[in-house]
């Protein structure tokens, strides 16, 4: 059974950092495309980063610079540093894997970027 569990959301002020992690079991990251989305309320689901199996990285336009996704093979777990955050941020933040064909979803961590 594949489970994604994520963590480390949480409040955090304008121009703060927070670091989010994925950890994966029933799959190996080592062999899938890993990926964050987020979904702020009201709003539709939209891509952030992706890290392939080879550790190839690509960003959406509006956190390049700012968000960093990295993968630990070992610990079987992947991640998402986010720096200078602005409130436009604030979303629930999901993990996604794509192992073969198939798309498994976390259940998401809520980022709130607030003063």
């Known amino acids: 059974q594949v489970q994604l569990v994520e963590s480390g959301g949480g409040l955090v002020q304008p121009g703060g950092s927070l670091g989010l992690s994925c950890a994966a079991s029933?799959?190996?990251?080592?062999?899938?495309?890993m990926s964050w989305y987020r979904q702020a309320p009201g709003k539709e689901r939209e891509f952030v980063a992706r890290?392939?199996?080879?550790?190839?990285?690509n960003y959406a336009d509006f956190v390049k610079g700012r968000f960093t996704i990295s993968k630990d093979n070992a610990k079987n777990t992947v991640y998402l540093q986010m720096n200078s955050l602005k409130p436009e941020d604030t979303a629930t933040y999901f993990c996604?894997?794509?192992?073969?064909?198939?798309?498994?979803w976390g259940q998401g961590t809520q980022v709130i970027v607030s003063s």
């Open positions: 890290i392939t199996s080879i550790g190839s990285t």
């Open positions: 996604r894997a794509l192992y073969g064909a198939v798309v498994y």
């Open positions: 029933g799959l190996r990251i080592s062999s899938s495309a």
